[in-house]
């Protein structure tokens, strides 16, 4: 399981999911970049 945290988000990246989780914040390029960058990781 990989988990990275930030200020506002965390990212959780399973072997067979990927679950993420925003503290009330509207998905953004940064958050698509992040989500990339796990999933291809």
Known sequence: IIKVETKNKV???THTSLVV????LILSQ???TV???VVST
């Not at 989780?21 to 009330?24: A, G, K, L, S, V």
């Open 35 to 37: 989500i990339t960058l």
């Open 11 to 13: 990212v959780t990246c």
């Open 30 to 32: 940064k958050v698509k």
């Open 21 to 24: 989780i925003y503290d009330n």
